[in-house]
């Protein structure tokens, strides 16, 4: 029988009324049945989940084993994956067989009681993933109730973990794609200078390769506003070569903030995005212009083009995430990872109207703990 | 009304350089090539426009007038501060990539606990210095205009938030260095002048003071003749010069500079630009001693700077050098007190309440700069019969008291814990900021308790440090200490 999954019916999986037991201390007499239980118990149950944020080996582990014989009024509790014991908090009775009783549980894949020890499968997302034993009186009916819920704060964990990994492979893609579209129209531009203007090749030729070294750099997640704003120049070159110089760039930039770090390849996909959506289809001159300042302990990054900008309701689908494919997949994802990085305050905010131009602004802490430029 | 004229163009120009200072480049390759150039020269004359505050422009000169040159010494503290800054946390703080002390406090650390206690001693600091530079400009405001002393506060408050408000600290390194040009200018223009123009008479009698206490021309410095000059000197030192390292406006300028080794080298230059400053001062406090003693006596000693120049020299000439020297205190004003009204506001948005709204991140940094002025007109308007420098000294001895072993430990020794810093900085904050209250509000103790309750620091500051390193010498250091530290020093 499988105890795991999110039950809808919510049943008092602790220890009721038993002497001696937690809830005992805030309400006094014999209301352990009341609400003040019932947020003490869900509590603990919270507790317990950011006891296991880092998984049974992480920093919480030996805290969720004591909090869970705490909960069960345990002698002592293993927590187990299918290495061995990997927290453990009170001693086991001497005598006491837990390696065979692991090795029993994981056999057979259910809750076993083999006195004084008791042992109760943990199944995350339906696979065997380790064990809780626990030492003394204990009903089996209990030990795997909580293993359930230790089961599911694992999943969890698993879950934050995965979608940290989800973020970094994010930026390798857009690592990856600076898309195939620019490299194509640089090559082309450039081979386009060679025989007319053959010094001009040659230093966009210096551009697009300090281009390219910037973006596959791997040295870390975070690169200065200023190594940002070469990127985007040396981008900006490359592409007001192939529109023919209609293209005008301004940079203001209040010294004091080049060197805040930020997370790497936030500013040039928003450069990107207003040259390929909002010029490329404009016929005429077109204006780009990016600055950058200090706001209090805020630094603020505005990239303003005069394009041919968006329907608003698009641009919230796009930092939804349910924009079309083709369109702004970048200002997605450095949105996603601005959040991901300072908080859900700190995504792009996106300014725009159909034939008005677009501004998109990011704003972020000038320092974060964690958050250092290599 | 050529004074008023003249503060409203210093505030229109800033106002312009704020906005629009950094329109410099076209296009990219020109603005990177002149953001290298920027360097040490502007960084370094920002971070004075900032230090030098209305405490160095008019309440030396008013100090020494009052007390004796002993006053020179807190020229000396101020400037030799950043020795101090340079030598001890200039580099490491950069290299740390905090902006703000609570920034530090968390990088090192690594609770969040400790970033907001810290936090609210931000807030104790700058109001503290924000009172005497509201106090300044309502004086300014007053002799230029006329208009009673709350008039010119709360006008100096609504200009100085608003101009915030409208962006005018955008380009803050560029504002600060105009503000230093300025001050320094403004202040230096008329007091060479008046030099030459009060003839040798007045030189030598300014020189060689008669007619004066024999305490007046001691070189120590007296607190209320209480007789324990040494005493008092050796602490106003002591609080100047760590009190530098702990204040929260003057660490966060370093982070503009590229690298630490920049750091260092704008730091030393500031002292060159601090020193020369500081050359002027002296000489309106020494000739108002001839000229202007009647405002001992009408216990107005502050306006020295300003009264001076319109009673030596007479008519039109006399009114544009008030006016001067007034665009300069106000000059002095207004780069300090926007510096530390966004230090305060970012401490209370960011630090304090900060975090979890998820709109107006803007409005609420504007609210709080509207808060923290408003709270500091309040605070100043009662302040008007304290000395300008006796406040700024407080708002050093408080940082010297908290914040400065709190970097300094925090640096050097890797063993400082959560709990030992957070007592430290407790005990610090309680015993400075209670013995100036106690030294604002009561009067009538013997000579020595009147020193240590107005010039603190020689007690607290060992006292936080010892407090410190105790309670830390108890605990463990928190995980990673040793990383964080290797890395304040690693070039």
Redesign the interface.
């Known amino acids: 029988m499988l105890r795991y999954g999110l039950r809808v019916e919510w049943r008092p999986w602790y220890p009721a009324r038993r002497p001696g037991s937690l809830w005992r201390r805030g309400s006094a007499s014999s209301v352990d049945t009341g609400a003040g239980a019932t947020v003490a118990a869900l509590r603990e149950a919270r507790l317990l989940g950011s006891d296991l944020r880092g998984g049974l080996h992480g920093s919480g582990g030996t805290a969720a084993a004591r909090r869970i014989r705490r909960l069960l009024d345990a002698d002592a509790v293993v927590l187990a994956d299918l290495e061995g014991p990997a927290a453990q908090h009170g001693s086991l009775p001497p005598g006491s067989e837990a390696g065979a009783l692991l090795d029993e549980v994981y056999a057979r894949g259910e809750a076993l009681r083999q006195p004084p020890l008791c042992a109760a499968p943990l199944l995350v997302a339906d696979e065997l993933a380790g064990c809780v034993i626990a030492a003394g009186e204990v009903a089996a009916e209990d030990l795997s109730e909580v293993a359930g819920l230790v089961a599911e704060a694992l999943d969890h964990a698993e879950l934050s973990g995965a979608r940290a990994r989800i973020a970094a492979a994010d930026l390798r893609t857009l690592r990856a794609q600076i898309s195939p579209h620019f490299l194509h129209n640089a090559l082309a531009v450039i081979a386009a200078h060679i025989r007319s203007d053959p010094t001009r090749a040659r230093g966009l030729l210096t551009d697009f390769a300090d281009y390219l070294r910037y973006s596959f750099s791997t040295k870390g997640d975070y690169a200065t506003v ?1 190594a940002e ?2 990127a ?2 040396t981008y ?2 490359l592409q007001s070569a192939r529109f023919d110089d209609r293209l005008e ?8 903030i ?2 805040v ?1 930020i997370p790497f390849l936030v500013v040039q996909p928003i450069v990107e995005n207003a040259v390929r959506h909002g010029l490329e289809k404009k016929a005429g001159r077109g204006h780009i212009g ?2 950058g ?6 630094c603020v990054i505005e990239i303003e083009d005069d394009g041919v900008g968006m329907d608003p309701e698009l641009a919230r689908a796009i930092l939804a995430g349910s924009g079309p494919r083709s369109k702004g997949v970048g200002l997605a994802n450095v949105d996603q990872r601005l959040r991901t990085v300072y ?3 700190f995504g792009l905010l996106i300014e725009t109207a159909p034939d008005h131009g677009t501004r998109v602004e990011a ?1 972020v ?3 974060r ?1 964690g ?3 290599q | 009304m050529t004074g008023l004229l003249a503060i409203g163009l210093l505030i229109a120009a800033s106002l312009a350089i704020g906005v629009y ?9 020109d ?2 090539v002149a ?1 290298r150039r ?1 360097g040490t020269g ?2 370094a004359m920002a971070i004075a426009g900032e230090y030098v505050s209305a405490a160095s422009v008019l309440g030396l000169a008013g100090l020494l007038l009052k007390n004796g040159i002993g006053t020179l010494w807190i020229a000396i503290g101020f400037t030799a501060g950043y020795v101090a800054v340079v030598a001890l946390v200039a580099g490491p703080m950069r290299r740390s ?4 002390v609570p ?1 530090f406090a ?2 090192r650390l ?1 609770s969040p606990a400790i970033r907001k206690l810290c936090g609210a001693i931000v807030l104790v600091i700058m109001w503290l210095y924000l009172v005497p530079q509201f106090k300044g400009a309502g004086v300014v405001l007053q002799l230029v205009s006329g208009t009673p002393y709350w008039v010119g506060v709360v006008l100096a408050g609504v200009v100085v938030s608003g101009s915030i408000a409208v ?1 005018g ?6 504002v600060q260095a105009f503000h230093y040009l300025v001050k320094l200018v403004f202040i230096a223009v008329p007091a060479v002048y008046l030099m030459v123009h009060v003839g040798p008479e007045v030189r030598a009698d300014a020189l060689t003071p008669v007619g004066v206490p024999e305490s007046w021309s001691r070189p120590l410095l007296d607190i209320e003749n209480s007789g324990h000059p040494l005493l008092a000197t050796w602490s106003m030192l002591l609080a100047t010069t760590l009190g530098a390292i702990g204040l929260p406006h003057v660490i966060m300028r370093f ?4 690298s630490a080794r920049a750091a260092r080298r704008v730091g030393v230059i500031v002292i060159a630009l601090l020193g020369l400053f500081y050359l002027f001062p002296a000489v309106y406090g020494l000739l108002g001693r001839v000229l202007t003693p009647h405002l001992v006596h009408s216990n107005a000693t502050d306006t020295v700077a300003v009264v001076l120049p319109g009673e030596a020299v007479p008519g039109a000439l006399g009114s544009v050098l008030t006016a001067l020297v007034a665009a300069g205190a106000f000059a002095a004003f207004l780069s300090t007190s926007s510096g530390l009204l ?2 305060l ?2 401490g209370l ?2 630090d304090l309440f900060g ?5 107006g ?2 409005s609420r ?1 504007r609210l ?1 700069v509207a808060a923290g002025a408003l709270v500091s007109v309040g605070l100043s308007l009662p302040a008007a019969h304290l000395d300008i420098n006796m406040l700024v000294g407080w708002a050093f001895a408080v940082a010297a008291s908290t914040f400065c072993p709190l970097l300094v430990l925090g640096i050097w020794w890797p063993r400082l814990t959560v709990r030992g810093a957070a007592s430290g900085l407790v005990v610090g904050a309680l015993t400075a900021t209670g013995a100036a209250l106690a030294s604002a509000l009561t009067e009538g103790h013997s000579g020595l308790v009147t020193v240590l309750l107005a010039q603190p620091a020689s007690w607290t500051v060992p006292l936080a440090f010892a407090t410190m390193i105790a309670v830390s010498l108890r605990g463990e250091p928190p995980a990673g200490a040793e990383r964080a530290v290797l890395r304040l020093h690693a070039p």
Do not use: C, K, W
């Open positions: 200023a704003l070469q985007i120049q900006l070159e760039i301004t940079v203001r930039m209040a010294p004091e080049l060197p770090a990016v600055s300042y200090g706001e209090g302990t805020m908080g859900q305050e704003r802490p000038r320092y703990r958050v250092v430029a | 200072g950094v329109r410099a480049a076209r296009t990219a390759p603005f990177l953001s920027v502007r960084n990539g905090a902006y703000t920034d968390e990088y690594g962006g600290m955008r380009s803050a390194t560029y982070h503009t500079s590229p966004l230090a506001a970012g948005s960011h975090g979890r709204g998820l709109v991140r803007l940094l709080a």
